[in-house]
């Protein structure tokens, strides 16, 4: 388990600082195939995989948005709009989240990670058409995103990304603040699927809620630093090129989650 938590820390940590998404499309699907070899009970296992995602997130968070604020690519204005949304939102998504079943979270997981697939491989861009709404327009959107995020476990970047876009903010920019935003959504996350969960039966030795802490811990030594590296390469990489192997490797997932289902 611990090798294959410091690969899966390796890949998102890359990936948060490169792409602005956080890495949890991987995390999450990587993490049920781990807690299916080392036999966790199956009935949480969806819920124990998003909730240490989101928990990893904080980390790769902090590492990726700094790394894109010391090049100046963060927005602040917009960060301090949307935040109030995102953790209203994120955290009453991992509420509900515990009300869902596991079949049913992994069946939104896999639509969800075939949107962003298909969306990344035909290069679909929302074309800048209008301005940022408003402080509650804004944070308004910031709720939708946080509750979509804490049901696919992760950092919002496939979503706020084509949001600032779409709103005129250049693509550079509204990598580094979907990074910066990755953070309230991680922490309102995580401590959304700590409290749900934390009365819940037939959880393993080591879990907080829903939360595993032998799982975040692995994938937290690799992910932090190799954030910092996503950062970096993203400034000298052509992200649209990569963009589309990611979605490749998420579709490959996604099926694979959908034999499971079917």
Request: net charge positive; aromatic share 10%; charged share 5%.
């Amino acid at each position: 388990m611990l090798f294959a938590c410091l690969g899966l820390g390796l890949v998102a940590g890359v990936l948060a600082g490169l792409l602005g998404v956080g890495g949890g499309l991987v995390i999450v699907p990587g993490l049920l195939f781990v807690f299916h070899l080392i036999g966790l009970p199956e009935t949480h296992q969806q819920h124990l995989a998003l909730g240490t995602s989101l928990a990893t997130i904080v980390f790769t968070s902090i590492a990726s948005f700094r790394a894109h604020a010391a090049r100046g690519a963060v927005r602040w204005p917009v960060f301090r709009a949307i935040a109030p949304g995102i953790i209203v939102g994120t955290f009453a998504g991992a509420q509900l989240a515990a009300l869902f079943s596991g079949v049913a979270l992994k069946w939104f997981f896999v639509g969800f990670a075939y949107l962003v697939g298909a969306q990344m491989l035909a290069d679909l861009k929302p074309a800048p058409s209008r301005q940022l709404p408003g402080s509650l327009g804004t944070s308004g959107v910031g709720t939708l995103i946080g509750a979509v995020s804490s049901w696919v476990g992760i950092g919002g970047g496939s979503l706020s990304v084509p949001f600032m876009t779409l709103c005129n903010v250049p693509v550079r920019e509204a990598i580094g603040t979907s990074a910066a935003i990755g953070l309230p959504i991680a922490l309102a996350g995580a401590a959304g699927y700590v409290v749900s969960g934390w009365d819940a039966f037939e959880l393993p030795p080591g879990s907080a809620g829903f939360v595993y802490l032998p799982a975040l811990a692995g994938i937290v030594i690799a992910s932090f630093p190799m954030a910092k590296v996503g950062a970096w390469l993203a400034h000298r990489l052509p992200v649209p090129v990569l963009k589309k192997c990611f979605a490749a490797l998420l579709i490959v997932l996604a099926t694979k989650m959908l034999l499971t289902l079917v």
